[in-house]
Nanobody
Framework: QVHVVESGGGLVQAGDSLRLSCVAS????????MAWFRQAPGKEREFVAA????????YYADSVKGRFTISRDNAKNTVYLQMNSLKSEDTAVYYC????????????????WGQGTQVTVSS
């Protein structure tokens, strides 16, 4: 079992930056692919970014490419999402997900999820 906990959300203004953190525990974090998803009110959960177990590859949704950066520190069992130049449309609950074998954009393929952290961007 893997326990995933997100933190770092909050209320910011458009153009500001925010860094989300996700700590995973319970199994070998360093062997898991990690990803961030988000869900806005009335919308489906959507992929934001993913990172391979060793950090060698990352992948981003087009809507955040160039503004968001995913990274990980396996020594701290933590994955980060640095969000710059935030827009009102980035407002959502952000979820961290982990999987032992899958690295991709489908939320259904990830086995472990956190409870989410709210990010609100005011314009």
């Amino acid at each position: 079992q893997v326990h995933v906990v997100e933190s770092g959300g909050g209320l910011v203004q458009a153009g500001d930056s925010l860094r989300l953190s996700c700590v995973a525990s319970g199994r070998t974090f360093s062997s898991f692919a990690m990803a961030w998803f988000r869900q806005a009110p009335g919308k489906e959960r959507e992929f934001v970014a993913a990172i391979r177990w060793d950090g060698s590859r990352t992948y981003y949704a087009d809507s955040v490419k160039g503004r968001f950066t995913i990274s990980r520190d396996n020594a701290k069992n933590t994955v980060y999402l640095q969000m710059n130049s935030l827009k009102s449309e980035d407002t959502a609950v952000y979820y961290c997900a982990a999987d032992a074998t899958y690295y991709g954009i489908s939320p259904n393929a990830y086995d472990y999820w956190g409870q989410g952290t709210q990010v609100t961007v005011s314009s």
